[in-house]
């Protein structure tokens, strides 16, 4: 890159936090905002405040103050953060992806912290959960909502809601009403999603995937195997006439003994380690629902076959939209995962060390602004140039604008971390080719064909 791109670079960043600055009122919280985000971007292996505070060359107490008690709207952060998604990233085909992540965290003083599965361990262990909303528009993705979690013991606790400084009016929320307000509040934000999806633990809630649809939205959400329920054909061959034994519904996993829908292979995606293929099926199918049925929806099953894992899905697009499309949405839930990968490993979001519910709240705020400041540039600078920027390769760049100690020094940093970056992309070209020839090895003695199957696309369909 030119070094009137490596300039740009810097002022970009420059103008992107300036952009906050009028929601954050008086001088003292836009520097506290400047350095905290900056921190937060920084190369700093613990990102707390206390640390912060010092590569900032600022009193801790005072950046501890910012968070804990200074007078600035944390929500007006998030606004403007999906305000900027909806001016540079709107898209009619827009996903909303919804899913938990969780922070281990020892004690019993921080908000909402309790024993509970922990995807981060992978067991049950003492942390604190948060759910999130991420937005995908083509190959663009970040995280533009993320709530915390409060469990009835906390929420019904009044010494421990007092001691932790949780509002009165904030009552007991499950994930799925959180995940719900996260969608409400951004769509009444204007950012506007055409489609939604989540995995098993949200898609099971008859109530979760009905208020998803009012809001306008084609959901496309995992649901657990035992799902039961009637494919169409089936009630109308029974009629209304036949023994309440024969029309008892049957769980999804065992719907077809033989035969049903032919099973299509599909190019899911590329991954480092090579092409993923999946078999996919679907047919129209009725949702039992307490003795109840739901409205006609999709139901799409896929099958991995290299792995054998299967996984089923139930959708309330309309009857003409393609099986493409349909799992284009379904299988677009790497991409939060990925989010939340960024968010901790390059964003430091794990790293707080606050107690109180005000000051978390506002940590997870300002790691949204810096978050999506790195998947601003990683979009801009995939399209702008031949390599696949990841989060921590632009955060390498943040680092050199924070650091450097005038122009010249800079300029050199900046064409140092382009040939770092050179190399790296050169050595994961290599790999991935690698591990890509393996993989389609393995799909030859499949008799499968990679080149020849269809890949996934997101068509826009009449709501």
Known sequence: MSESEALAFRARLGEYLEGFMEDLGSKACRNHFRDYVSGLLGSAERKNTERMAFKADVPVRTLQDFLASYLWDEDAVRRRVQRLIVERYANDNAIAIIDETGVPKKGRKTAGVQRQYCGARGKIENSVMFVGLAYTAGEFHTLIDLELYLPRAWTDNKARRREAGIPKELEYRSKQDISIAELRQAVHAGVHFRW????????RSSRWRREVAELGICYVVEVPKNTKGWIPERIAALGPD???????????????????????????????KGPEVWKLRATRFVVSVNGGQEDECWLLIA???????????LSNAPADCPLPTLGYVAFSRWRVERCFQDLKGEVGFDHFEV?????????????LAGMLF????????????????????VRQLVEVVLTSRDEVDYLYRW????RE???????????TISHGKKRLRRFEELGINVETLPKFTL???AL
Not at 421 to 428: G, Q, S
């Open 196 to 203: 939604a999806t989540a995995d098993e633990f949200y898609g």
């Open 459 to 461: 068509e826009k369909v």
């Open 374 to 393: 790195l998947a601003i540039e990683r979009k801009r600078l995939r399209d702008d140039g031949p390599w696949l920027w990841s989060s921590k390769a």
């Open 421 to 431: 970056r050179e190399y790296c992309e050169k050595n994961r070209r290599k790999a």
């Open 355 to 367: 107690h109180k519910y005000r000051p978390l709240v506002r940590h997870i705020r300002l790691a």
């Open 242 to 272: 036949c023994p309440d034994d024969a029309y008892a519904p049957r769980e999804v996993r065992s719907l077809w003994r033989r035969g049903g829908p032919s099973w299509t292979p599909y190019h899911v995606k590329d991954t480092e």
């Open 415 to 418: 064409s140092k971390v382009m």
């Open 303 to 313: 099958h991995n076959v290299l792995t054998e894992e299967v996984k089923y899905f």
